[in-house]
């Protein structure tokens, strides 16, 4: 308690959850450009079919971007060379409204960042979108092929490309052979006894299995197998390994290997019946009902004391810090624009590290001060309000505010509440 200053200024705090409440609504909003292919040496004018052909297109895959399987194709037009073939893909573990954001994001932008082109393909980190004036459904394509990889290299880039030299071909082979008709799948491997590598694969479920399967290989064989994550980008395929989680990991996991089948050992008794001296079932059924309803109680009993304990205390640790007078610190308030320009718009060159939350970036503010800026993912299993509590501790820590081992979360809780009710 001795390290819990007296006065901090209730706008201080106010900023501070201002902030919170709206940095993490712009982090799922946006998107993460992976990639982009603008074939120049096919244009067309802004004024022509073609051009009007391809607004229709763009409009058609951003109404259809909830499709079940995340895959949807559309052609508009019916006169060569005008005709605009068109389709989007999206990762398979996402959810339809997060495949909805990804496509209407990459179909406002696509135009924008390649005027002119008839042929183009952009890939973001959950999804893809391509157009052209040749038709390219059920075509497997391995143009305009994208690299990324990670700055930092592993420490045993051997160990790395045995492992890789398994899990790669394995989820590949899992995404030929996927169920669900999507031609996606991740896996796990064990890098070393603490530190795993997880895997994605995925095609455009048009392809026939051989297209698909040469496909994967080709861009299996050109990952960067020493760093500690790369990705390969096909317009008909990618794949990727990271050392930490990017992906639903309970969408989609291996299935564990079947238990073995004990043969059951031979019965020693004979059925029971009324008046042989044994327990009828109806018996040892109202007994396990009344055990069962006795036990609800007494934890619904004991629920209820501990919460009226925990109430006592924070009123107690209430009048300890003084009530609602705290000491000034300084805003910690930043907006959008500071945070892009200091991780150079959350380059994937400036990332240095994959949380359960989301991606964690390296930044350089204005004043040469340099910080790790943390966004929470669209794919987090983890909602807004652990990301909130999660950046609360980070905050409180850093002032040297509490002792968190003498107050955990008889401060914590009181603090959410006010944030929510803000």
């Known amino acids: 308690m001795n390290n819990l200053p007296h006065k901090i200024p209730r706008k201080a705090l106010f900023a501070f959850t201002i902030l919170l409440l709206t940095f993490i609504p712009i982090i799922k909003a946006d998107q993460y450009l992976a990639g982009i292919d603008c074939q120049n040496a096919t244009t067309y004018d802004p004024n022509s079919t073609y051009s009007t052909n391809l607004q229709t297109l763009l409009s058609v895959l951003s109404s259809n971007?909830?499709?079940?399987?995340?895959?949807?194709?559309?052609?508009?037009?019916?006169?060569?060379?005008?005709?605009?073939?068109?389709?989007?893909?999206?990762?398979?573990?996402?959810?339809?409204?997060?495949?909805?954001?990804?496509v209407n994001w990459a179909s406002t932008n696509i135009v924008a960042r390649c005027p002119r082109s008839k042929r183009v393909t952009i890939w973001y980190d959950y999804c893809l979108l391509r157009y052209s004036n040749v038709s390219m459904f059920s075509v497997v394509d391995t143009k305009g092929e994208i690299i990324l990889a990670s700055t930092y290299d592993v420490s045993n880039a051997t160990r790395l490309s045995e492992v890789l030299g398994q899990v790669m071909y394995d989820v590949a082979d899992r995404a030929l052979s996927n169920h669900s008709g999507k031609k996606f799948a991740t896996e796990e491997a064990n890098y070393s006894a603490l530190q795993k590598v997880y895997s994605l694969a995925q095609c455009t479920p048009d392809l026939s299995y051989s297209d698909c399967n040469g496909c994967l290989?080709?861009?299996?064989?050109?990952?960067k197998n020493t760093r500690i994550g790369s990705r390969v980008l096909y317009p008909s395929c990618y794949v990727r390994f990271e050392m930490a989680p990017f992906y639903n990991i309970s969408f989609d996991a291996a299935p564990p290997p079947p238990s073995p089948v004990l043969p059951s050992p031979p019965s020693t008794t004979t059925p029971s019946s009324p008046g042989n001296g044994r327990i009828s079932p109806q018996v040892i059924i109202a007994i396990a009902v009344s055990i069962g309803v006795a036990v609800m109680l007494s934890m619904a009993g004991f629920c209820l004391l501990t919460r009226r304990a925990k109430k006592k205390k924070y009123n107690s640790l209430r009048e300890d810090?003084?009530?609602?007078?705290?000491?000034?610190?300084?805003?910690?308030?930043?907006?959008?624009?500071?945070?892009?320009?200091?991780?150079?718009?959350?380059?994937?060159?400036?990332?240095i590290g994959q949380g359960g939350y989301g991606p964690v970036y390296k930044g350089l503010l204005p004043n040469g001060q340099e910080v790790a800026v943390k966004r929470l993912s669209e794919t987090s299993g983890q909602g807004a309000l652990e990301f909130k509590n999660e950046v609360i501790l980070a905050w409180l820590g850093s002032l040297e505010l509490i002792k968190l081992r003498q107050i955990q979360v008889e401060l914590l809780e009181p603090l959410v509440t006010c944030l929510q009710n803000i």
């Open 217 to 223: 290989r080709r861009a299996v064989s050109r990952l």
């Open 321 to 351: 810090i003084g009530g609602d007078d705290i000491s000034a610190v300084q805003s910690l308030q930043y907006d959008l624009g500071t945070l892009q320009a200091a991780t150079n718009n959350f380059s994937y060159d400036n990332k």
């Open 65 to 102: 971007s909830n499709a079940s399987n995340g895959l949807y194709n559309f052609t508009a037009g019916s006169s060569p060379p005008d005709v605009a073939y068109g389709l989007f893909l999206c990762q398979g573990d996402l959810t339809a409204a997060a495949c909805q954001d990804c």
